[in-house]
């Protein structure tokens, strides 16, 4: 998530897959940041509930099985961090996602 203001949202990274926790199976998790990038609007990024596949930029990397999106991201230079499911909305940035010790 890139903004221009200085105190806005700016993007570590955003993948979509089956179990994105477990980092980089095979054909199961992508890279989505870029994608997601371009629908920043005024530093906030919305997001409506339906399924992720469907979005320009992404793909089913694994048809029939459950998906999540998760995204880092820095606002006011502390980390947040938000996993949703496919089909559930969002909306960034928000206080929740904060990580703490960040």
């Known amino acids: 998530v890139v903004s221009t203001q200085s105190t806005g949202s700016s993007g570590i990274n955003a993948e979509y897959g089956k179990q994105w926790y477990q980092r980089r199976v095979r054909?199961?998790?992508?890279?989505?940041?870029?994608?997601?990038?371009?629908?920043?609007?005024?530093?906030?990024?919305?997001?409506p509930e339906h399924t992720k596949a469907g979005m320009v930029g992404f793909y089913d990397v694994s048809f029939g099985e459950e998906k999540q999106l998760c995204v880092r991201y820095r606002f006011r230079n502390i980390i947040h961090e938000v996993t949703i499911e496919d089909t559930e909305s969002m909306r960034i940035p928000k206080q929740s996602h904060k990580v703490s010790g960040s």
């Open 27 to 47: 054909g199961k998790l992508i890279d989505v940041t870029i994608p997601l990038q371009c629908l920043v609007a005024s530093s906030k990024l919305m997001i």
